[in-house]
């Protein structure tokens, strides 16, 4: 059972390039989230989705793009990489919205030079 | 928006001592207060939790003690470890609301030897 499994760990982009961060889990949750990661500012939703075929924005939704096509998979898409976005990008999975165990990946940590 | 204030930003303790993270709330309807332990390099990983029906819940050596009327709950670590080193984030979410999970911004604990 490999619970929320995130890919690249580690990413170097040039501004203006794009990107796409996987995220995949194993344990049939319908709930499924990104957040950035930055020092003192916690974590910050950036979209979630509470199905496949739905999503919604969260917190800090500019300059990223989601798509859940099958309840494993939740992608996320930088469609031109910016300074700003430097941080560490986790997924997260959870039997529901609220109130249940959330399930984190080990992080990617993206850099835009 | 809504808001979870975490304090302190770092502490450090011997080992042995008690660790104590404070954190408060805006929102009355928040109905799910988790707290989050993040080693360096992993992604958060959930510690313990509790809802506003009960003002306090252990399990093993953390202690969460919860007090609705001021907004405010706290995460006791008795008998603090070198292992227990790590970034511990509060959250809290509410189904009424229709809110998503909200982070505090994270404390730094470092138990030395």
């Known amino acids: 059972n490999a619970g929320v499994t995130q890919t690249p760990k580690f990413q170097v982009l040039k501004t203006g390039q794009s990107m796409t961060l996987q995220c995949a889990q194993d344990?049939?949750?319908?709930?499924m989230s990104w957040y950035r990661q930055d020092p003192g500012m916690g974590l910050r939703l950036i979209h979630y989705?509470?199905?496949?075929?739905?999503?919604d924005q969260g917190e800090v939704p500019n300059g990223y793009n989601v798509s859940r096509s099958t309840t494993e998979d939740f992608p996320l898409r930088l469609l031109s990489a910016a300074p700003s976005q430097t941080s560490v990008y986790f997924c997260?999975?959870?039997?529901?919205?609220?109130?249940?165990?959330?399930?984190f990946g080990q992080g990617t940590r993206l850099t835009v030079v | 928006q809504q808001q979870v204030k975490q304090s302190p930003q770092s502490l450090i303790v011997q080992k042995g001592g008690i660790s104590i993270i404070n954190c408060a709330y805006e929102?009355?309807?928040?109905?799910?207060f988790p707290w989050y332990q993040q080693f360096p390099g992993k992604g958060p990983a959930l510690l313990i939790a509790?809802?506003?029906?009960?003002s306090e819940k252990k399990e093993g050596r953390f202690t969460i003690s919860f007090n609705k009327s001021a907004k405010q709950f706290s995460l006791h670590i008795m008998d603090s470890q070198p292992g227990d080193s790590a970034t511990y984030f509060c959250?809290?979410?509410?189904?009424?609301?229709?809110?998503?999970?909200?982070f505090g911004p994270g404390t730094r604990l470092s138990v030395l030897p």
């Open positions: 989705s509470v199905g496949a075929g739905i999503t």
């Open positions: 509790i809802r506003p029906d009960v």
């Open positions: 929102n009355t309807a928040f109905d799910y």
């Open positions: 959250a809290a979410s509410g189904a009424e609301l229709g809110q998503n999970f909200v």
């Open positions: 997260a999975s959870s039997y529901d919205r609220w109130g249940t165990e959330a399930f």
């Open positions: 344990m049939n949750h319908e709930y």
